[in-house]
Nanobody
Framework: QVQLVESGGGLVQIGGSLRLSCTVS????????VGWFRQSPGKAREFVAA????????RYGDFVRGRFTISRDNANNAVYLQMNSLKPEDTSVYYC?????????????????????WGQGTQVTVSS
C-alpha cells in the first residue's frame, strides 16, 4: 500500500505557472513508478507525465508540448510536476498515482490500470 498526497494546485491566469507536489509513503520510494493524470467531469482521464521505476525514464502526454516537466526527489520522497504556459484547457483535477511490484513496460506509464494507488487530487484552474 502506497499513500500519496498531492498539493500545489490553485487558480492561475493564462500563461502562468504552478508546481504540483506528490509526497509518497508506505513503500520504498526508489522502487516505484509515479505518474500524473488529470480528469475533469464528463471527460476521459488523461495521462500527463510519469517517472518510471528504477531509472530516469520520463514519459509525457502528447498535449504537454514541452510545457510541463516531471522530476523526482528521492531524498524527500516526492515527485513534482512543473507546469508552465498554462492554458484554460489545463483546468482539471490532477492526481498522482503509484505502481510497484511488477515489471514495467514502455507503454505502462500512460495506462491508469497499471497503477495501484491514487492520491486525493489537487485542483488546477486556469482563468481566461
Amino acid at each position: 500500500q502506497v499513500q500519496l498526497v498531492e498539493s500545489g494546485g490553485g487558480l492561475v491566469q493564462i500563461g502562468g505557472s504552478l508546481r504540483l507536489s506528490c509526497t509518497v509513503s508506505g513503500r520504498s520510494f526508489s522502487s516505484i513508478t509515479v505518474g500524473w493524470f488529470r480528469q475533469s467531469p464528463g471527460k476521459a482521464r488523461e495521462f500527463v507525465a510519469a517517472i518510471e521505476q528504477g531509472a530516469d525514464n520520463f514519459r509525457y502526454g502528447d498535449f504537454v508540448r514541452g510545457r510541463f516537466t516531471i522530476s523526482r526527489d528521492n531524498a524527500n520522497n516526492a515527485v513534482y510536476l512543473q507546469m508552465n504556459s498554462l492554458k484554460p484547457e489545463d483546468t482539471s483535477v490532477y492526481y498522482c498515482e503509484a505502481a510497484a511490484g511488477r515489471t514495467w513496460y514502455k507503454d505502462y506509464s500512460q495506462r491508469p490500470d497499471k497503477y495501484d494507488d491514487w492520491g486525493q487530487g489537487t485542483q488546477v484552474t486556469v482563468s481566461s
